[in-house]
């Protein structure tokens, strides 16, 4: 048991030490990719250099506060909320389809100015909460492609309205952490097999019948036949990332954050990260984003019932793919998708909702579970040593006493 508890405490600050630097890193580069574009600008105020800095840190801090909190209180609550935070999820999403604000042709956002909300951020988050409670009350729903058939269409429609809006992006990474959540469930790999074919052709339908789509990935395909339209932004992605070299230029001093490189502080910014800092700057993010992956996982390995194990592992598995498509995307190894560099990208639903999620995989680390408590109960039988005893438990303060022997009328209390 000791042993176990010093696991969980050495992932647990493995998270944490990974998720802050990344954070502290991505403000560098939000306020160095975004500054020059600033500057230069309309305004040309020094005052607008920091703009997209102030509100990074303004929420960086309140991600941080609902991490810790998220942190440090039970699984329980947030499983009972489950079906009200779908709810919500859905009716956002179809809301933003009339009242949403229209941005390069995209409605993705609810509200303007200072406080815009993107749904289809909460919406994955939902989405990876409901299949954790879904397959973890019935464990056998995950055996066959009519247990975990309602997970399946509730994905499927929350994935329609994404893709409506449209926001590809998050429909292939909602797509990505639905599966990782099948898998740690115990899903058949053939059943896994034949979902993945149908959802691929309905990918490749959608792409084509989308002239945007169609255009990006001709341009994913072949960024020179049209360097200065759909292969536009992978070709000054490449040139930002063949100038940074080995060591890179030094941050700050980038070239194709000025004008060149479209979306530079927010889908891009791994580029002005390969260009100013080269390889070592790119092979710290993966090495972060590997630290934390390795951490969640063994959390998830480690919990201490189905419940916390599933939304440990789908949580995980929603943060690194998310990771993976956007710094595959800006290598050149697949189509822009429009998807932000978790923790480090500028975009604040991105990065509440992401710190959200840490903090409940912490919560999980921290023996947190999603058990609800059942009635008080007389007598337990407990196994130890190959000898069955007749145990009575009570009340203890610290909240993390187990069984023991105890005179008539003790209760059970469950462990948070």
Known sequence: MKKRVAQQSTEYNMMLTATLCLLAFGAVMVFSASSTTQVLGADGSLSQSTFFLKRTLMFGAVGLIFMHLAARHGLTAVRRLTPAIVAIAFLLLVAVLGIGTNVNGASRWIGSGFIQIQPSEIAKLALVLYGAHLLAERPKRATSIQGFLPYLLVTGLACMLMMAEPDLGTTMVTVFAVTAMLVAAGARLRDLALIAGVIGFLVLVMILIEPYRRERLIGFLNPGADAGGSG?????????????????????????????????????????????????????????????????????QNAKDRYAKLLAAGLTAMILVQAVINLYAVMGLAPLTGVPLPFVSYGNSSLLVSLICVGLILNVARGGTGTVASKPTGKLRVLNGGRHRETQSRHSRGGNGGARRAGHGGRRRASR
Do not use: C, N, W
């Open 232 to 300: 536009f932004q992978a070709a000054q992605a490449k040139i930002a990332l063949g100038s940074g070299g080995f060591g890179g230029v030094g941050i700050g001093d980038g070239v194709q954050k000025a004008f060149y490189l479209p979306e530079a502080h927010t889908d891009m910014i791994a580029a002005v990260i390969g260009e100013e800092l080269g390889f070592l700057g790119i092979a710290g993010i993966v090495g972060l984003f590997g630290m934390f992956g390795f951490a969640g996982f063994r959390i998830a």
